[in-house]
Antibody
């Protein structure tokens, strides 16, 4: 079954850290760029970061640079997002998606809540 | 950053009627445009890419058109299951950017 499954979301205090994971199945993970998108509840979609198939090309939203780190382990068919210095405005559903142009496969999302 | 602007914010359409959604880019994106559908409580799914190419498994009533800065998503005969928010997204440049969405309601 072709799917992406995220985990690692939860409640964290401002200034805290969280690491999101995404496990892929049903396709050749190592052949694809992968991306994290996010969506505050009731609001629109925001691109966060993309990572090339080999891991050598990385792109971040300017507003997140220095706080978030994307990585992957092709042997574990997994994508990660390390989030540091979290702020209230980072509260959102975080989606792991396949691709870096049109995003053709989405996970179900994992909720991150930043609150004291 | 390329700004994507969608209109209208909300569209109310009767079943069987045509729905026309618009998306405008602040600069040319050529045909590097995708459309997504997000039903309530679900993750978005890809409908259209390359401005007019239907994604796998997408019903034929969904079609996309346009190039440059002006794009249209058309639902030729609206079904009740088409209740959703629709987003456009450009991928000619980084950062990838989305429109704010058009909510399609069933009249």
């Amino acid at each position: 079954q072709v799917q992406l499954v995220e985990s690692g979301g939860g409640l964290v205090k401002p200034g805290g850290s969280l690491r999101l994971s995404c496990v892929a199945s049903g396709f050749s993970f190592s052949d694809y760029y992968m991306t994290w998108l996010r969506q505050p509840l009731g609001k629109g979609l925001e691109w966060v970061s993309s990572l090339s198939d080999s891991g050598t090309s990385i792109y971040y939203a300017d507003s997140l640079k220095g706080r978030f780190t994307i990585s992957r382990d092709n042997a574990k068919i997994s994508l990660y997002l390390q989030m540091n210095s979290l702020r209230a405005e980072d509260t959102a559903i975080y989606y792991c998606v396949r691709g870096n142009v049109a995003f053709d496969l989405w996970g179900q999302g994992t909720m991150v809540t930043v609150s004291s | 950053e390329i700004v994507m602007t969608q209109s209208p914010a909300t569209l109310s359409v009767s079943p069987g009627e045509r729905a026309t959604l618009s998306c405008r880019a602040s600069q040319s994106v050529s045909s590097n445009l995708a459309w997504y559908q997000q039903k309530p409580g679900q993750a978005p799914r890809l409908l259209i890419y390359g401005a007019s190419i239907g994604a796998t498994g997408i019903p034929g009533r969904f079609s996309g058109s346009g190039s440059g800065t002006d794009f249209t998503l058309t639902i030729s005969s609206l079904q009740s299951e088409d209740l959703a928010v629709y987003y456009c997204q450009q991928y000619i440049d980084w950062p990838r950017t989305f429109g704010q969405g058009t909510k399609v309601e069933i009249k």
